[in-house]
């Protein structure tokens, strides 16, 4: 998949996010970034932003999906799967849920 167009940057970006840990195996991911956006220009911006800080990173996007709807996108990194998701959208999959016995990781030790 092509990767979206490029979007200007803009700082200070309000993200409301939930980031655990998957039981190790080698072909799943380790780390899950949920994130919420309010419209989906704003989800749009956070994907761009993640990707562009990534790539500087030295990684690549494997999978991007929802990109030009915006209610919810997936962003798969092999070690990493960002979900980012209207904030409906995120109250309806409730994907904390689904993962609610993996390990929570505090902001501080994500960086």
């Known amino acids: 998949m092509s990767s979206p167009p490029s979007r200007p940057r803009k700082k200070n ?3 409301i996010w939930c980031c655990s840990t998957w039981a190790s195996t080698p072909h799943s991911p380790t780390i899950f970034l949920i994130s919420s956006a309010r419209n989906p220009r704003q989800s749009q911006a ?3 932003e ?3 800080e990534l790539a500087r990173a030295g990684c690549k996007t494997k999978h991007l999906e929802g990109y030009h709807q915006g ?3 997936l962003m798969d990194y092999g070690f990493l799967v960002v979900h980012i998701f209207s904030e409906k959208a995120r109250g309806f999959y409730d ?3 689904l993962w609610r016995t993996a390990r929570k990781v505090a902001r501080e030790e994500a960086h």
């Open 50 to 52: 993640i990707e562009h």
């Open 13 to 15: 970006k309000r993200w």
């Open 46 to 48: 956070i994907c761009d």
């Open 71 to 73: 209610e919810w996108i």
């Open 95 to 97: 994907l904390e849920r």
